[in-house]
């Protein structure tokens, strides 16, 4: 008797933000809406389907779209409302198979052979999935479902799927999807890639099984050579693939901030950096880690600076955390120009637990305060106690990305 060959499935919520705004506001409901991270902000972060089917995309300008669209619904983005449904679907899927992958924000995939005697089919379970998320997030969230042998190929089904489908790609019918899908639809596949191979005359993932090895290699180097000869027949490439090995350990916690204009005012980018800070230190703290290396990158217009230092100890408190980005990194930059972008990062983590904690009583006093700090913030959340720098005046909050870079940090 033959083997049944693999099976997955790949949940991708339709037009995640916006959607989930009209369930949360039915007032919104079938009108098309421009999401933008906040009121000011001239970038349209996600659309609703109603707006996508008038041509409005992700990173498409807002004052275009207004022009192009002027019924457009402007709305602010809710990262806590969307993160509130993510970890609803995470709880779902993991209640109907331990073989369930978080890929991003609104994505999933789940491996089905496990499963292939609870379920009279890949296309049953899919359905049930389906009805369990309209249960879950309500009647106005819908998503598309694609099933493949693969994970690359489930998302390619889904992609290219219309809204509210479930999409079931035979092995007889693997070909005729990648030859029809476009490079830009592929996992993987960005916008530096589809240019390079744009070149080279590909627009379909099938058309890279014709490329001479020498040409692709010389277009795009030998790993991506091999990861796009994967893809072109239908394989997982190793980004794929790695979701099924365990998390590894965080090596870097960062934040980041692109203002509405250029700024020169000192007071604003040094509050600015202790709020970026405030909020690094948190999820560290939070993991029970700490850093060595500590970075900072200003840029504005056309000009760019950045430094870091490597320290012989370890932090994770916001105070001298903040003396390094501020005091000491900030300070060395002598050629001083208007910032539209702040970003600070700390790296070289390691666990608290295998490093020497300091018995200098200035520190422990640091500690306690810190300790108390979290567990105030445990409960009420980041910036319910802070310092007076935040105290009045607008603070930037935690976002969540799209992939999910600190998942780590927000299952915790």
Known sequence: MSSQPDMYLHIDINSYFATLLQQETPALRGKPLAVVKDIGRTCVIAASKEAKALGVRT????????????????????FALCWSATSKLKTLFESLSPNSELFSLDESFIHFTPLNRLYESPLAFAQKIRSDIFTVLGEWVTCNIGI??????????????????????????????????????ACGIGHRLEKKLAALGVHHPYQINFVPQVDLERAVGLFWTHQLRLMAQ?????????LS???????SVGRSITGWRLCSSEAMIKRTLYNLVAEVAHKIRRMHLAGRQVSLYVSGGDQQWSNFITLPHHVWHTKELFYWIYEYLYQKW?????????AVRL??????????????????????????????????????????????????RPEVTGFLGDKQYQFL
């Open 59 to 78: 990173g498409s300008l807002l004052p275009i779209v207004k022009k192009t669209v002027p019924q457009i619904v402007v709305v602010p983005a809710d």
């Open 148 to 185: 493949a042998r693969t994970r690359f190929l489930a998302k390619l089904a889904s992609e290219t799927a219309s809204p509210d489908s479930i999409t079931e790609v035979s092995t007889q019918q693997e070909a005729v999807l990648l030859a029809s899908a476009m490079c830009s639809d």
């Open 334 to 342: 002598e050629e001083r120009f208007p910032v539209i972008r702040l």
């Open 347 to 396: 790296s070289l983590l390691e666990s608290w637990g295998e490093i020497p904690h300091s018995l200098l009583p200035a520190w422990q006093k640091d500690e306690a305060v810190a300790t108390a700090c979290d567990a105030i913030s445990a409960r009420y959340g980041l910036f319910a106690v802070t310092a007076g720098i935040l105290a009045r005046g607008h603070k930037i």
């Open 234 to 242: 239908g394989n997982e490439p190793l980004f794929l693939r790695r």
């Open 245 to 251: 090995q365990p998390a590894q350990p965080m090596k």
